[in-house]
């Protein structure tokens, strides 16, 4: 007996389906039975717009998680590696004689873990260790000029396009959309909340 290639999808892949990419950042699907956000005051067409704004959101962190991703491809480093190249870079442009204290105290970690760190970028040719150029105790930790080449012409070059995006809106606009952003950073930002803090925290 042939088989019915027509035959209705079960509900596992119908659900599968209907949760694209695009569904997951609508309200109504995401949130059905208003369990996490009161929508009771809200038109139909505020909800779609603001789902929409969600949805919008949600494709910007997917394009900024696959530049990282690339990123960290392309210079086979970790995320707490780049993260150490780009403030040495942002200090380098500033003036500013970057120690073993100031990279530890920048991405928060022990100064074990900063010892680990700036041996494997050494290794890999990264960065430079010299004195310190007015504290004797001290080290000047220093990107190297064909990291920091390549890191600018690369992963650089295209994280600024962002920059040109911003240019584009009016200076009301750029005002807005900063409020909102803020706004939105304050009222997701982990405060005191039990279930996010660590047992070892």
């Known amino acids: 007996m042939a088989l019915d290639k027509t035959s209705p999808q079960s509900p596992r892949e119908g659900r599968n389906s209907l949760a694209s990419r695009s569904d997951i950042y609508d309200v109504?699907?995401?949130?059905?039975?208003?369990?996490?956000?009161?929508?009771?005051?809200?038109s139909a067409e505020d909800v779609q717009q603001i789902s929409a704004l969600m949805r919008a959101l949600g494709e910007l962190r997917d394009a900024?998680?696959?530049?990282?991703?690339?990123?960290?491809?392309?210079?086979?480093?970790?995320?707490?590696?780049?993260r150490a190249l780009h403030y040495l870079i942002t200090c380098e442009n500033s003036d500013v004689v970057?120690?073993?204290?100031a990279i530890a105290?920048?991405?928060?970690?022990?100064?074990?873990?900063?010892?680990?760190?700036?041996?494997?970028?050494e290794r890999?040719?990264?960065?430079?260790?010299?004195?310190?150029?007015?504290?004797?105790?001290?080290?000047?930790?220093?990107?190297s000029p064909a990291t920091r080449k390549s890191a600018m012409e690369t992963v650089g070059r295209q994280h600024a396009r962002r920059f040109t995006a911003a240019a584009r809106l009016s200076p009301t606009e750029r005002e807005t959309v900063t409020r909102f952003l803020r706004d939105m950073t304050a009222e997701?930002?982990?405060?005191?909340?039990?279930w996010a803090i660590s047992d070892h925290d």
């Open 105 to 121: 105290t920048h991405l928060d970690i022990s100064t074990a873990s900063t010892t680990k760190l700036l041996d494997r970028l």
């Open 28 to 42: 109504n699907i995401s949130d059905p039975r208003s369990e996490l956000v009161d929508r009771g005051d809200m």
């Open 188 to 194: 997701i930002a982990i405060t005191d909340q039990a």
């Open 124 to 143: 890999g040719g990264h960065i430079t260790r010299a004195p310190h150029p007015s504290d004797r105790r001290a080290l000047a930790i220093a990107i």
């Open 64 to 82: 900024e998680q696959k530049l990282s991703d690339a990123s960290l491809r392309f210079m086979k480093l970790n995320q707490t590696d780049m």
């Open 98 to 101: 970057v120690t073993p204290g």
